[in-house]
């Protein structure tokens, strides 16, 4: 059960950083567009909540300072993002 | 029936047929190609309709309008959506 929850997670991480990457396209070329810059905004402080809700729960996500590491649940030991 | 006006971002498949000489033993192909919606909308207006998070990632565009599944030939039906 832990292992659904872990990957619905990351799922929504998924979705919430390809809305990211579209929106950060989209305002490339429309700097003035403020609804997409509302919603890009939003995105990113909601993308903030599950990255840490997830960090607090299974462990770091990224290297080199963008994700605080921990022991014991380290990033040495895993189970990985892709190895889930 | 009125043949309808294709609406470019759903029908996004044209086909053409390559010379077919008598002399050729194997039968006439129809080859079919896909002309992405982003050729018929210049710069993205804003405010467009978008998908829900979850659906966007399926369909990988945020925008409907965008959206173009290339489906693999078996899956296509005769006029190639």
Redesign the interface.
Known sequence: MEHEKRRALLRKL???D??LV??NL?LD??PS?L??LDQYNHCALEREAIRSEYEERYGPLMHFGHSSNRYPCGWNEGPWPWEI | MKKRKPNPYRDQYRVWYPFHSPDDPCPPIAKQYVVPPNQFLG??P??LPQFS??E??IKG???PIFYSPYPPKKWRDKDGT
């Open positions: 998924q979705e919430v390809f809305v579209e929106l989209y070329t429309h567009d609804d997409a | 710069f993205q804003p405010n998070k979850h966007a990632l565009t945020l925008w």
